[in-house]
């Protein structure tokens, strides 16, 4: 193989060279106007080969634009992957999976399509990665209907058909300190977050809102050093919601606030940051289907006009996402 | 991802309206990207192409935010949709065109619209596109004219429920085009026969069918509609019968030849519809329950046919007519 001078590996082969060129525009549509590209290997899917090249020269049209251009080059693996512990927590199961594939180019706010096990017709469903460690993925699976309490179930050892890593991460460069604010389920990316900053000696406080003692189970599948948490009905922990909580603890003024969880708390945070001068990010959840920018089911109305969670985000700035109230439908699975 | 077909395997070639195809299986608009797949997976996820001919997501003139969200979720055997169209319209449509020049099947352009002369100029936009060779550009073999979108206001549904308009609209178009004109059927009719009749007789090619049935989920707490949109459009296996009968009847009337799609997730599936008398078919959900989805299903196809002993699609084509 050679590089082209247009960035391009080529194989010499026709059609190796024309697909080539497709998955070369993995730079986006915003990036068309930057010089971002890609050089992505033609070979089969293992073995990827990602890099980008002349990216940024240009600035970014936008900072959605920005986190597209950072999570485009990533390619994902499919696959079938064993179960290789399995702990519950309550009614929440973390799942450790084998998949050095995914494992190798995942970063933090990622997430996976996982396969709902069974013969049946059931669309896949979007599990944040809650940390890597090695070849090993960990998932924390909230049972809200029948398909994701199929896959709660899955046990060591049963193997899991995942699709991932997906979506951009959380921009960690220039974090110098962080205050990760999650709401239940949705706190799990937050674990990789914590990891990735704790290896770069960044100091990291979280506040976990959860809705009661049963949600507050979680908890203990986090291992963060300065970890607070609240429940709505004050059974667990400071009575009140997430936002109240990394409002009481704080992190002071040079932190930023990384959130993760349903669109109501991620608008809280967005205006309790902006009105205490703090930026950050935010992982949105979303209903989806295809989960790879294909079906524009999974869309979230933001200030530059609807953009798909699954390829967009799910992580956005802070301040990106349009101030809405709770969506009708309510979370993942309400139509189950 | 998924193992090349066995060599050795029964003649999956079919001619749809003139044109061959390596196999009978194509994608539904707006269930798989091309683009978007090979940005995710990198380039071995299209080798092979796993479709037959490559259908992307209508494009309509102006481009379309789309509706509110939620846009889907899943139901008893299949799922709900009200996306809404979203797409970024015909101009910026084509300036991304010579990005498909890589697909290596032939393609076909969905378009919808909200009035008639709206769909005749997206399809004199890209005629003309196609016109200068300076650069190339993908084999576009035809037109699909969405006129079955549950989730639009006007136009797409106004059409498709309608013989007259959907005679109008097609004959419209076929002036413009010696390329191939399929009308995409709305499952959402008393008389599925008399649309394609109108279609057939104004001069399309072929039809597809079916779009999906306007459908309402609850959320089960609230007892409102789950949707942004409220109602929205029904796929997936639970539509597979109302499909088949659909395709039954037309083959049974008319000699249009039909591209088939409603609820295949499997070989079998894409087999019943051959038998029901569809030329070619096309996945849609199946394609969110994995990347896998579509080769595996031409490879069951292939395996279906070889336990029956069929050596082609011709020999089972019809056989649940109940035409004389
Ligand atoms: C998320 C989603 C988006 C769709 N978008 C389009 C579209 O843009 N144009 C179109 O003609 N059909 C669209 N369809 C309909 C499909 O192409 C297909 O007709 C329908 O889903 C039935 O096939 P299935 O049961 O295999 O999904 C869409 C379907 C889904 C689920
Ligand atoms: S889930 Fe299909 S575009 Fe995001």
Not at chain 1, 185 to 200: M, N, S
Not at chain 2, 11 to 24: K, M, R
Not at chain 2, 106 to 132: C, H, K
Request: aromatic share 4%; with cysteine.
């Amino acid at each position: 193989m050679s590089e082209s001078d247009d960035g391009f590996v080529m194989t010499g082969e026709r059609l190796s060279r024309t697909v080539t060129r497709l998955a070369g525009r993995c730079v986006t549509r915003a990036s068309k106007k930057r010089s971002c590209r890609a050089i992505v290997s033609a070979a089969p899917t293992t073995g990827r080969v990602c890099t980008t090249a002349g990216m940024a020269e240009a600035p970014p049209r936008s900072a959605a634009a920005a986190l597209r251009g950072e999570q485009a080059c990533a390619a994902a693996a499919s696959g079938s992957y064993r179960v290789v512990e399995r702990r519950s927590f309550g009614p929440y199961a973390l799942l450790t999976v084998h998949a050095p594939d995914v494992a190798a180019v995942a970063r933090p706010g990622q997430f996976v399509m996982a396969a709902v096990p069974g013969p049946q017709f059931h669309l896949r469903r979007p599990l944040s990665l809650h940390s890597v460690e090695g070849p090993r993925l960990r998932l924390l699976v909230e049972p809200r209907g029948e398909g994701t309490r199929a896959l709660a179930d899955t046990g060591v050892a049963d193997t899991l058909a995942l699709t991932g890593p997906l979506g951009s991460g959380f921009p960690l460069g220039d974090v110098r300190a962080a205050l990760l604010v999650g709401g239940g389920i949705g706190a799990a990316p937050l674990q990789f977050v914590a990891d990735v900053l704790r290896e770069r000696g960044v100091p990291v406080t979280a506040a976990f809102g959860f809705r009661d003692e049963g949600q507050a189970r979680l908890a203990a599948a986090f291992e963060v050093d300065d970890l607070w948490v609240a429940t709505d009905d004050g059974t667990v922990g400071r009575r009140g919601t997430a936002v109240e909580l990394a409002s009481a603890v704080g992190a002071g003024p040079q932190a930023s606030v990384l959130a993760c969880g349903p669109a109501p708390m991620i608008a809280q945070v967005g205006s309790w940051a902006a009105a205490v001068g703090l930026t950050g990010y935010a992982s949105l959840e979303a209903h989806m289907a295809c989960g790879t920018g294909a079906c524009h089911g999974c869309v979230v109305a933001t200030r530059e006009g609807y953009l798909r969670v699954c390829v967009d985000g799910p992580v956005f700035p802070l301040d990106l996402p349009a101030a809405t109230g709770e969506p009708p439908g309510g979370g993942v699975e309400a139509g189950r | 991802m998924t193992p090349p077909l066995e060599t050795g395997r029964p003649d999956l070639a079919v001619t749809l309206a003139g044109v061959p195809l390596e196999h009978p299986v194509l994608n539904a608009s707006g269930t798989f990207d091309a683009l978007e797949t090979a940005r995710r997976f990198g380039a071995g996820a299209l080798e092979p192409f796993p479709f037959a001919a490559y259908v992307p997501k209508t494009v309509t003139l102006e481009a379309r935010a789309g509706n509110p969200p939620p846009r889907v979720t899943e139901t008893a055997s299949g799922m709900i949709n009200a996306v809404g169209l979203q797409n970024p319209g015909i101009a910026a449509w084509l300036d991304e065109l010579p990005l498909l020049a890589g697909v290596p099947v032939p393609v076909v352009v969905n378009i919808g619209g909200s009035r008639r002369a709206d769909y005749l100029e997206v399809l004199r936009r890209v005629e003309a596109r196609l016109e200068v060779h300076d650069t190339d550009l993908p084999r576009v073999i035809g037109y699909e004219l969405n006129v079955s979108c549950p989730n639009v206001g006007g136009g797409g549904l106004a059409i498709g429920t309608q013989p007259a308009e959907t005679a109008r609209l097609t004959a419209a178009a076929r002036a413009l085009t010696r390329r191939l004109i399929i009308v995409k059927l709305t499952p959402n009719v008393t008389d599925i026969v008399a649309v394609a009749r109108a279609a057939a007789d104004a001069g399309a090619d072929a039809v597809s069918l079916v779009n999906t049935l306007r459908a309402l989920v609850l959320d089960p707490q609230s007892l409102t509609p789950c949707l942004g949109n409220r109602t929205g459009g029904l796929c997936g296996p639970a539509i597979k019968p109302v499909a088949l009968r659909m395709v039954w009847e037309i083959a049974s009337a008319l000699d249009v030849p039909i591209i088939g799609m409603g609820g295949i997730v499997s070989g079998r599936d894409a087999l019943e519809f051959v038998a029901c008398g569809a030329t070619a078919v096309a996945i849609g959900a199946a394609n969110f329950t994995g990347p896998e989805a579509p080769l595996r299903i031409v490879a069951e196809l292939a395996a279906e046919m070889r336990r029956r002993g069929l050596t082609d699609l011709a020999a089972v084509r019809g056989r649940a007519l109940s035409r004389t």
